[in-house]
């Protein structure tokens, strides 16, 4: 099955008035939808934009596998194991809490900043916790393995007329960052529409959710950046 999630339908949270907004693909904090708590192993998929010296203050996070990507802008990250750091576009941050870790969100720099925040359930609790950056993820050959969680992701970012195959897995998850690309032949139709040539053109923002589905690809319509997850059932 395909099912495509359009970015106007997230539930839209944060504070404006603190220059934060933020786009929730999954239910979260306030927000509950009992059919929209996970996608195997992935609890929350975050569209987060801060302004110039906005940003989240100290707070904790337990038995959660954290994975950031910076669309633009420059994101400040401070935590609890003693972690200072500044993620640009093109970097992969991830923080393992594990039984439990403290950090601080900012935006520091002079200019907007957008990162998508991904969280997904480690197939144990506890441990202790851990932090990495990987830079330039877009131009590596393999992809970011989170054995943690069983799934792995990869940056794609095709020139226009580029096709990219979506990996056979149990469960993918696909999420645009920027550009439009075009579910492609090998598609199914799903719940949000149609695949094959022709299929759904997905924008910023969307989301494709893929279960037991073989040989589906992705065609870019225009220069593109796209997150795939590759998940374990």
């Not at 839209?12 to 996608?39: C, E, K, M, V, W």
């Amino acid at each position: 099955m395909i099912s495509v999630h359009r970015s106007e339908d997230r539930f839209q949270g944060g504070d404006q008035d603190a220059g934060i907004l933020s786009r929730h693909a999954f239910s979260f904090g306030t927000f509950y939808d009992p059919d929209n708590l996970r996608f195997g192993p992935v609890m929350a998929v975050n569209e987060e934009r801060l302004a110039p010296g906005a940003g989240f203050e100290e707070h904790p996070h337990s038995h959660t596998e954290i994975v950031t990507w910076v669309v633009e802008g420059e994101l400040t990250h401070r935590d609890s194991t003693g972690h200072a750091t500044v993620v640009r576009p093109g970097d992969l941050q991830h923080l393992s809490a594990a039984s439990g870790v403290r950090h601080v969100e900012r935006n520091d720099g002079p200019g907007p900043l957008t990162f998508i925040q991904m969280w997904l359930a480690p197939r144990e609790a506890g441990g202790e916790p851990a932090y990495t950056v990987v830079p330039g993820l877009a131009d590596a050959t393999a992809p970011y393995e989170l054995p943690a969680a069983g799934a792995a992701l990869r940056v794609h970012r095709p020139a226009v007329g580029e096709r990219v195959a979506l990996p056979a897995a149990p469960l993918v998850y696909v999420h645009v960052t920027a550009g439009s690309v075009r579910l492609g032949e090998g598609g199914e139709g799903g719940e949000g529409g149609e695949g094959g040539e022709g299929g759904e053109t997905l924008g910023p923002g969307d989301s494709v959710r893929i279960t037991g589905e073989e040989g589906p690809e992705l065609v870019a319509a225009g220069a593109a950046e796209v997150l795939v997850w590759e998940l374990s059932a």
